[in-house]
């Protein structure tokens, strides 16, 4: 069974940064589209960013474009999101998704998730 973990959440000041990680294991990690999203209570699970399986392609949520950098490490099995310049609006359970189709641009295409870390950040 494919397992994706979250790591790296917490409690910053906006402004600071923070860089979450998540660990696949179970599966061809280096064949899979790879997401983050994020989830505050009353709201929908919305699209933060995606890379291509091979880390050429990346694609972001226009709330996060030049703040927000996903990257993944096939050797590690493992993809990440460095968040800089964080604000209040970011506070959220952030999620990692794992997609094995070819392009994964909805929330549906994504077959795999993890728990979810959650990020708060202050202002």
């Known amino acids: 069974q494919v397992q994706l973990v979250e790591s790296g959440g917490g409690l910053v000041q906006a402004g600071a940064s923070l860089r979450l990680s998540c660990a696949v294991s179970?599966?061809?990690?280096?064949?899979?589209?790879m997401a983050w999203f994020r989830q505050t209570p009353g709201k929908e699970r919305e699209f933060v960013a995606r890379i291509n399986w091979s880390g050429g392609r990346t694609y972001y949520a226009d709330s996060v474009k030049g703040r927000f950098t996903i990257s993944r490490d096939n050797a590690k099995n493992t993809v990440y999101l460095q968040m800089n310049s964080l604000k209040p609006e970011d506070t959220a359970v952030h999620y990692c998704a794992a997609s094995t189709g070819l392009l994964a641009p909805r929330r549906e295409d994504y077959t795999y998730w993890g728990q979810g870390t959650q990020v708060t950040v202050s202002s």
């Open positions: 179970g599966g061809t990690f280096s064949r899979y589209i």
